[in-house]
C-alpha cells in the first residue's frame, strides 16, 4: 500500500464501520416496532378480556341480589309458617296418654 491509499483504506474502514452502525440501529428499531406491535396486540386483548369480566361481575352482581331477595322472601314464609305452626299447637288442647 502506497502512503496515497491510506486514507481512502482509512475512509472505507470508517464508512465500514459506520454502516455496521446504521445496521445495528435498524435492527433495534425494528425490534422496538415489533415490540411495539406485540404489546399493543396484548393491551388490546387484556381490554377485552376486561370488559369481558366486568360483564361476567354485573351478572353474578346482579345474580346475588336476586337470591338475597330470594332468601329474604324465603325467611319470611318460613317464619310466617312457624308462627302459624305454634298458634295452631297452642290452640290445641295437650291429649294426655293414658
Do not use: W, Y
Request: aromatic share 2%.
Amino acid at each position: 500500500m502506497s502512503d496515497a491509499s491510506l486514507p481512502l483504506v482509512s475512509a472505507l474502514q470508517r464508512l465500514g464501520s459506520a454502516v455496521d452502525l446504521l445496521d445495528a440501529a435498524a435492527a433495534r428499531r425494528f425490534s422496538a416496532e415489533r415490540n411495539d406491535a406485540s404489546r399493543a396486540t396484548e393491551l388490546e386483548l387484556m381490554r377485552g378480556d376486561r370488559a369481558k369480566l366486568a360483564e361476567l361481575l354485573d351478572q353474578a352482581l346482579a345474580r346475588g341480589r336476586a337470591l338475597e331477595t330470594v332468601h329474604t322472601d324465603v325467611t319470611a314464609r318460613v317464619d310466617r309458617a312457624i308462627g302459624l305452626v305454634q298458634a295452631a299447637l297452642a290452640q290445641t288442647p295437650a291429649q294426655e296418654d293414658g
